[in-house]
């Protein structure tokens, strides 16, 4: 595989997310929020992940920058990297199914919010963000640049550190033992 065929892999990976998030999405948003704990911490994390999985890897692929940070490409890694990116689409698709109306790109709790155990949700407490996971080290396989590549891991890292706990917090809040007895299974 080369550069251009891997960067190409990342870029149909970026526009089947866009597909699969653009109507579950649309739905989601029909639905009311009760509560948010949205705030300047929120967006702020919302815009470094955007900045290290979107912006930074889009940059590289239109024009090249940061050409400094350039490697070559071993053609194993693309192949993985073509592999990951498969599983992020379809557990990213499985998640956006199990969640549907309870989706939220950020911190809220919708009207008439249902707690998700079923599904992939039955095992794994946070399937959307290891999705992300798995987009960020498809990024790393995929683009042979030490800035572009590895931005998905350091950008979305500091979304997930920096939320999580408050994540779990607020579902703790919002549906107490049932959530705390599911943190004990997942
Ligand atoms: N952390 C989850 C969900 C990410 S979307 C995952 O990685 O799969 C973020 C929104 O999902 C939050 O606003 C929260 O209200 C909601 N959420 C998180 N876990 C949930 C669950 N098990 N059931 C229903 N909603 C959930």
């Known amino acids: 595989m080369t550069p251009a065929i891997s960067k190409f892999v990342f870029v149909m990976l970026a526009i089947g997310w866009y597909l699969i998030r653009y109507e579950y999405a649309r739905r989601a948003r029909r639905t009311p929020v009760k509560r948010s704990d949205r705030g300047t911490l929120e967006t702020a994390l919302l815009l470094i992940s955007l900045t290290g999985l979107g912006l930074l890897p889009l940059v590289y692929v239109v024009t090249g920058f940061p050409h400094f940070a350039d490697y070559a490409l071993h053609p194993v890694q693309a192949w993985l990297g073509l592999f990951v990116a498969i ?27 249902q707690l998700v155990t079923d599904g992939i949700y039955r095992k794994v407490r946070h399937p959307m963000y ?26 979305f890292g500091i979304l ?24 004990t299974r997942t």
Request: charged fraction near 20%; avoid cysteine; aromatic fraction near 16%.
């Open 160 to 183: 997930f550190f920096g939320r999580v706990t408050r994540e779990e917090g607020m579902m703790l809040e919002t549906f107490g033992d049932r959530y705390r007895e599911y943190m």
């Open 87 to 113: 599983a992020a689409l379809v557990m990213f698709q499985l998640t956006h199914r199990a969640l549907g109306r309870n989706w939220s790109v950020s911190l809220d709790v919708r009207e008439g919010h």
């Open 130 to 155: 290891s999705a992300f996971w798995l987009w960020a080290v498809a990024q790393a396989l995929l683009l042979p640049n030490w800035v572009a590549g590895f931005s998905g891991i350091v950008g």
